[in-house]
T-cell receptor, first 117, second 117 residues
Framework: GAVVSQHPSRVICKSGTSVKIECRSL??????MFWYRQFPKQSLMLMAT?????????EQGVEKDKFLINHASLTLSTLTVTSAHPEDSSFYIC?????????????FGEGSWLTVV | AQTVTQSQPEMSVQEAETVTLSCTYDTSESDYYLFWYKQPPSRQMILVIRQEAYKQQNATENRFSVNFQKAAKSFSLKISDSQLGDAAMYFC??????????????FGTGTLLAVQP
């Protein structure tokens, strides 16, 4: 089946620095990728939708200047948390929508734990 | 706007028994997709089963089956012959069939399933 790879799986960064998380579709081209944040024991909260070659669409309340999303190719989207603070510590997970016959299914990466110290 | 409701925060089932997880949704659309995702402690989101709203036949995947009641806007998941590995958080999700910006997944709050040996 379709595979989405997310890297790094865990990252610790100092407060005030920036950290980048990558999301790659390994065996299909992803026209659309989604970035979620998940707090403990809660559901996934959609942060933004990125479409290859265009600007991301952010959900209400998500700071676009803080959470930079780039979707430069059909297989890679990146989320950069800029000037990270401890409250940004969370589990971030990406997903990708396939093309063609797999376009109706969304596949998820393994997720990334971000800890800001 | 579409909403997805999972009214059972936690469920428990004995190994080898059957359990049903409930999900209801609200939409004014006639064509859409419904999904059940499993999230084990690893946090990896795993697609369990998918249902197209235009199909009257309930989807099945091995021990997993759904009871899709379109008029009632209900989409329950039945797990037969429960196994210890089925223990996880289960999320019900809705996605519009519209190929535009509304193709994001809308998640319920999740049901934590415990499997007792």
């Amino acid at each position: 089946g379709a595979v989405v790879s997310q890297h790094p799986s865990r990252v610790i960064c100092k407060s005030g620095t920036s950290v980048k998380i990558e999301c790659r579709s390994l065996d299909f081209q992803a026209t659309t990728m989604f970035w979620y944040r998940q707090f403990p024991k809660q559901s996934l909260m959609l942060m933004a939708t990125s479409n290859e070659g265009s600007k991301a669409t952010y959900e209400q309340g998500v700071e676009k200047d803080k959470f930079l999303i780039n979707h430069a190719s059909l297989t890679l989207s990146t989320l950069t948390v800029t000037s990270a603070h401890p409250e940004d510590s969370s589990f971030y997970i990406c997903s990708a929508r396939g093309t063609g016959g797999s376009g109706n299914t969304i596949y998820f990466g393994e997720g990334s734990w971000l800890t800001v110290v | 706007a579409q909403t997805v409701t999972q009214s059972q925060p936690e469920m428990s089932v004995q190994e080898a028994e059957t359990v049903t997880l409930s999900c209801t949704y609200d939409t004014s659309e006639s064509d859409y997709y419904l999904f059940w995702y499993k999230q084990p402690p690893s946090r990896q989101m795993i697609l369990v089963i998918r249902q197209e709203a235009y199909k009257q036949q309930n989807a099945t995947e091995n021990r997993f089956s759904v009871n899709f009641q379109k008029a009632a806007k209900s989409f329950s998941l039945k797990i037969s012959d429960s196994q210890l590995g089925d223990a996880a958080m289960y999320f019900c999700a809705y996605r519009s069939s519209d190929g535009g910006a509304t193709n994001k997944l809308i998640f319920g709050t999740g049901t934590l399933l415990a499997v007792q040996p």
